[in-house]
């Protein structure tokens, strides 16, 4: 019924920079906040980020002032930019999705995860 397909992940340098991409489609009529979150090996996910329908942001401090969330509602399409990549950033990144459905329906939905990789 809803689709998120993610895209952008890979390997990069410290300090290099990468974009992720989360692209929600099917029977959506509605979509609320939209964030990422990300897993390291042996840890548990934690939230990267969110973007509020009307643009507001919320960030984890450790990402603070290196990455940037930001919505094309056009698209119904959300990104991740990140700057000044460590090598703790290394981690599998997930879109998430509050969407109402064409039913009335109102999910939370995963992307499909897309791994980041920060090694020289």
């Known amino acids: 019924q809803v689709q998120l397909v993610e895209s952008g992940g890979g390997l990069v340098q410290p300090g290099g920079s990468l974009r992720l991409s989360c692209a929600a489609s099917g029977s959506i009529f509605r979509i609320s906040t939209m964030g990422w979150y990300r897993q390291a090996p042996g840890k548990q996910r934690e939230l990267v980020g969110t973007?509020?329908?009307?643009?507001?942001?919320n960030y984890a401090y450790s990402v603070k002032g290196r990455f940037t969330i930001s919505r094309d509602n056009s698209k119904n399409t959300v990104y991740l930019q990140m700057n000044s990549l460590k090598p703790e950033d290394t981690a599998v990144y997930y879109c998430n999705v509050d969407i109402i459905t064409t039913d009335w329906a109102r999910n939370n939905y995963w992307g499909q995860g897309t791994q980041v990789t920060v090694a020289s």
């Open positions: 973007v509020t329908s009307g643009g507001s942001t």
